[in-house]
């Protein structure tokens, strides 16, 4: 029924070794472009056109022409989560905890840009982007690390030893949410009311876990409807599977 372009990034460097450059963005342009032109050409019904499209402004600016490509994409599928992590191989930010899908800033965040859903979509919106053509992405996993100090608060933004053992041997630091709950022992669960936050904690030198859970989902959903966004999109269903548990929730959160 359409394309889907997933472009990690344009003008910037996704993993090491990508070639990218600052005539990406324009090239992204005409990309979006002729595939609306030819998927037009085959007649018959509507055929989508959408991307899945960065949080951080820097990315944005740098790769993706946003008073332009509207006019040849459907929607965005804002990338919701991967604000903060170890990283599968440690070169992300292995030395300290973080949110990775937080729908405002925490005020305790210490670091100096802002990461979170609320800037990511007000980027767009400041844009002049058709609230109804943005979607955010809630993530079905979460991201997790090991060796971390309670700091007095329960492991937030605290030092830690690396991402904490995962559910896939290529990806560490990653489970999915129903793995997540299931098979991390003595984790306790904790809601940040200020920043729409779930994280998961087995105490002082333990694992600390961010993600999303049905209280987030909740939230995040009632947020979405408040700014006359499109919905939401998932990355990936295999995370809530046997139960369902987040689909429902998001389901019935956008109702």
Not at 1 to 15: F, L, M, N, R
Not at 65 to 94: C, R, T
Not at 202 to 222: A, E, L, P, R, V
């Amino acid at each position: 029924d359409g394309i889907d372009i997933d472009w990690e990034w344009p003008g910037s460097e996704g993993h090491p070794g990508n070639h990218y450059g600052a005539a990406d963005k324009n090239n992204l342009t005409a990309l979006l472009a002729e595939f609306r032109k030819q998927l037009d050409a085959t007649g018959g019904s509507h055929k989508l056109l959408t991307a899945f499209t960065p949080a951080d402004p820097a990315k944005i600016e740098a790769g993706w022409d946003i008073k332009k490509i509207f006019e040849y994409l459907d929607f965005a599928n804002v990338q919701g989560y991967d604000f903060h992590g170890a990283g599968s191989d440690n070169s992300w930010e292995p030395k300290r905890t973080g949110h990775q899908a937080n729908l405002h800033r925490d005020a305790q965040d210490p670091y100096s840009f802002d990461f979170s859903i609320e800037k990511a979509v007000q980027t767009y919106l400041d844009a002049g982007v058709n609230p109804r053509k943005l979607t955010v992405g809630f993530p079905f996993y979460g991201r997790g690390w090991k060796e971390v100090a309670d700091g007095g608060v329960k492991g937030e933004w605290q030092s830690a030893n690396g991402a904490a053992p995962g559910q896939f041997p290529e990806e560490a630091g990653t489970r999915g949410y129903h793995n997540l709950i299931t098979n991390v022992p003595n984790m306790t669960v904790y809601h940040d009311e200020q920043s729409i936050s779930t994280y998961g904690y087995t105490g002082n030198n333990g694992q600390w876990w961010s993600f999303d859970d049905t209280w987030s989902i909740g939230k995040k959903t009632q947020w979405i409807k408040s700014k006359g966004l499109l919905g939401g999109m998932v990355w990936e269903m295999s995370g809530d599977t046997p139960t369902g548990t987040l689909m429902t929730a998001l389901d019935n959160g956008l109702k």
